[in-house]
């Protein structure tokens, strides 16, 4: 499970540049994506019988909205529209900061207590940012910093599902009902935006390579999110977010497969950093997890 959801997301960030490459507007390409793999999860959850059906109660709609618009939406959205101006394989690195993000927000929503530990981990997160955006000789163009500082909204959005999550515990659901609900919930929000903006995409469309970047992204994106959904259920949220680590192993992969990227020092050593980071915080966690069942 681990290593799919990995290699799968790592892989979803190739197939965004693609997309954008391929003329497809970056809000109609997540809004067709969301609606497809919705469809795709809508059929198992139709046979499974109706108490597998996505719920339309207040809970269950809040859920799937705000999952959509944090998870899908507002983030996908976004790093397809900086994919052009940045290395596939940069835009993989920054899942690293998701849980370092998620540990911010969670202190100031007052869920998480001050850790030392997870402090340092925040901090060498943020150096490997400045890493990647300070030296002129970190990306291909200089002018791309301002590009990265923009990508890092993304895993902002993703922290604040994590945070929501936990503060607002979504109902008990299959995952399948979860993802499928929340899939639809991304669609449901981008329709006003993708009228507003002008970027309607009727599909299939004019170009062969676009449409199936929206299939390709469709399918990983069914199987992200379930697979997701499920792993947190069985294994939890910490052991869920290891996929981190693989999933930025595997965009460096996929990045010099479909682009031919090749990278310096500087983005070695701040995914080097991040990884650090990521390790820390994840020690922290766990000790402070053995720390409450000792209590």
């Known amino acids: 499970m681990l290593f799919t959801v990995g290699i799968s997301y790592s892989l979803l960030f190739s197939i965004n540049k693609l997309s954008a490459e391929a003329g497809v507007p970056y809000v109609a390409y997540v809004f067709w994506h969301s609606l497809g793999a919705g469809l795709m999860l809508l059929v198992p959850c139709l046979i499974k019988g109706r108490a597998a059906w996505p719920q339309l109660n207040w809970v269950h709609l809040r859920t799937y909205m705000v ?3 944090l998870a899908i939406a ?3 959205s976004l790093l397809t529209y900086v994919s052009p101006n940045l290395p596939a394989a940069v835009m993989t690195m920054i899942l690293v900061l998701v849980p370092l993000f998620t540990y911010v927000f969670a202190l100031l929503f007052r869920m998480e207590r001050f850790r030392l530990l997870s402090a340092l981990a925040i901090l060498m997160g943020l150096g490997g940012v400045l890493l990647v955006i300070v030296p002129k000789a970190s990306l ?3 002018d791309a910093a301002g590009w990265v500082l923009l990508a890092l ?6 922290s604040l599902v994590t945070v929501f999550a936990g503060k607002y515990r979504p109902p008990a659901a299959p995952s399948a009902t979860l993802a499928c609900g929340l899939l639809f919930g991304s669609a449901i929000l981008l329709v006003p935006v993708m009228f507003g903006t002008g970027q309607l995409y009727v599909f299939p469309g004019p170009s062969l390579e676009g449409d199936l970047t929206l299939l390709y ?3 990983l994106t069914t199987a992200i999110f379930f697979i997701f959904l499920e792993m947190v259920r069985v294994a939890g949220p910490v052991f869920a977010t290891q996929h981190n680590y693989i999933a930025v192993l595997a965009g460096f992969g996929w990045g010099l497969l479909f682009f031919g990227e090749a990278h310096n020092a500087y983005i070695w ?3 080097a950093l991040m990884f650090a980071g990521l390790a820390m915080h994840t020690i922290s966690v766990r000790r402070a997890v053995v720390n409450q069942g000792a209590g």
């Open 217 to 219: 992204a469709s399918l």
């Open 67 to 69: 999952w959509g618009g």
């Open 140 to 142: 291909p163009d200089p």
């Open 74 to 76: 507002a983030p996908i």
């Open 269 to 271: 050593g701040a995914t």
């Open 153 to 158: 909204l993304a895993p902002a959005c993703f």
